[in-house]
């Protein structure tokens, strides 16, 4: 782990405050020096037991967020380094600090996460719940456009630009690309790393024994639907739809039908049932695409929808 004070000074960026110390890596917020901007600095966490897991995967994700053809409003951005005599670079060594992570520079997105808004977001209308999942779907289709999916799609890796207002459309930002794949780079760790409640069937069965053999070729795209699906259930009633051990849970989604209890007695919400049900339909040819998702959508709640 990452542990540093406020006024560590790296590069061009002065330390301030954690944002969040994950598994494998530790977010901060920094100011940069001379100036009254903040950005976030993102730094790999490594020991000397895994000392280049977290390495490639931020150094993946650098790769991916710095392509001149990856800049979407709805998509995290990410920062060039200054570096002496060198040209800039998107993600370096902190070679002020002992350990020597590699770190890179990430807009400061100031409206907080999904996860951190559910219960907020039980407040607002039905028209912006449907309106935020509109402006998430944006984002996935350029994303799947380029062949790409993001594949570990959940709450916590969907932060707001601003806070949050019923009377404002949402601009929800998708963060944390370190297992987005077109499904060729065939790298283990990405394969099998996966948020168990919003893992797809066949991704969860492909990360067992012999899971690979049985299920072929993963569709990556067709994976993130399913955890599209699994958060539209959340928006709309501010719950998990698996809960349990992490047997029961792997079980639930490999095996049984999903019971939806969607806090909407009309039509609409006959409607959102059936789209749920699509998005998590258990053969991955049988979903949606995102393209189709947001069509249908469109055709069935017509924009204006705030």
């Known amino acids: 782990m990452i542990s540093l004070q406020k006024g560590t000074k790296i590069d061009r960026f002065i330390i301030e405050k954690a944002l969040n110390i994950g598994g494998t890596a530790s977010i901060y917020l920094a100011l940069v020096e001379g100036t009254n901007k903040k950005v976030a600095i993102k730094f790999a966490n490594i020991d000397d037991n895994m000392p280049s897991h977290e390495e490639v995967l931020l150094q993946w994700e650098a790769e991916l967020l710095q392509r001149w053809d990856w800049r979407h409003p709805g998509i995290l951005r990410v920062y060039p380094i200054p570096l002496k005599d060198r040209k800039p670079e998107y993600v370096v060594k902190a070679i002020d600090i002992e350990s020597q992570p590699w770190y890179m520079a990430m807009e400061h997105l100031q409206g907080g996460s999904l996860d951190d808004n559910l219960k907020n977001i039980q407040n607002c209308p039905l028209e912006w719940k449907l309106e935020l999942f509109y402006q998430m779907l944006l984002p996935l289709a350029f994303i799947h456009q380029k062949g790409y999916a993001h594949r570990d799609i959940k709450p916590s890796n969907v932060v707001f630009r601003y806070p949050i207002s019923p009377d404002k459309i949402p601009e929800p930002v998708y963060i944390d690309f370190a297992l987005a794949t077109s499904g060729e780079e065939q790298r283990t760790i990405i394969d099998n790393s996966y948020t168990l409640e919003y893992a797809s069937p ?7 024994p012999m899971g ?5 070729p993963e569709n990556v795209q067709a994976s993130d639907v ?11 009633t501010g719950k998990l739809l698996f809960k349990g051990n992490r047997d029961k849970i792997r079980t639930t989604i490999i095996r049984e039908q999903m019971k939806l209890e969607l806090p909407i007695t009309d039509e609409r919400g006959h409607v959102l049932g059936a789209f749920i049900r699509a998005m998590l339909n258990k053969e991955p040819e049988r979903r949606p695409s995102i393209k189709e998702v947001i069509y249908a959508l469109e055709e069935k709640f017509l924009p204006p929808r705030i």
């Open 212 to 216: 690979d053999e049985t299920t072929g």
């Open 226 to 236: 399913w955890s599209l699906g699994v958060i539209l259930y959340e928006i709309l």
């Open 202 to 208: 066949e991704r969860i069965i492909r990360s067992m």
